[in-house]
């Protein structure tokens, strides 16, 4: 079931039920499942929110022209997007493009995740300050409590009366992409693991597409022994470097599949894999099906 956003109200009883309970002793409103539509848009604006809301079970996001920022508070959260899956953690920021339909649901731990869609002239520009793009829509680990406030802060404008909610929804993105651009820049200020793990992550987008790259090779570039990188890729991300560089591979092949004419065997080639019976077999581990079935799968 979907709604008009010309014609929605707050939701306060439907399929969510939102409500909060302000408890003695100045003791923070607790926030349930909610969900906000705003009464009115303009395409040609230079920022619009369609909704904003929070979950602990699922959210579905329609295939319409907005993005949908996804902020994790709590637990893990599987997200299955363009025939991928992504696990998101506490604190992890992941976006949705425009037009693509996503679905997230919780996986383990006490569920609680935060999103706001929007659109307008100037979407993409704040998409790039924060260097959030199609390729990388996960932003992993933010320790920020103030982006976790300002999605808060929303779901209390939901709960006001306030004429202005929709102005002030614009002013807490505008706010809350700033923030997160800072957090990209102050790099300077992470400890030497956090820096590695960066440098890991940069290495791996540039060197993905070479058949004969190694975790060797990151271990010789970063100058740290390959125990170690494999010890913080495992602490940070919660998978292994090598499975880390399975799964970029895998979803930049995942994209050529859905989005080019290229063969299999182009696009095997294109991420890495020049065997296409090798690339073949690590992708149907993954995805239990094969390039050719997922490309069909998805109509093209």
Known sequence: MFFSTHSARRLDILFLIAYTSVMPNSRPPVIHD??????SQTPTDDIWIF??????GTKITPSLDIYTLIYVSSGEVSVKMNLSEYRLRSRDLFLVPAGVKAQFYGAT????????????KRASALLASASFSFENPQYSALDNTEVAGLFVSLMHLGYSNDPAVEIHAVAALYKLFAVI??????????PASGKCVIQIENIIYERYQDPNFRIADIAGLTHFSKSYICEISQKYKGITVEQFLIQYRLRKASALLLYTNDTVQSVGLSVGYPNTIHFSKIFAKYYHMTPTEYRQKAGL
């Not at 569920?111 to 659109?119: G, Q, T």
Request: charged share 15%.
């Open 34 to 39: 909610y969900e906000y539509f705003t009464h």
């Open 51 to 56: 909704d904003f809301g929070c979950s602990s």
């Open 109 to 120: 731990g006490n569920i609680r995740f935060y999103w706001i869609s929007f659109a307008g």
């Open 181 to 190: 651009s800072s957090a990209h820049t102050r790099t300077a200020e992470l």
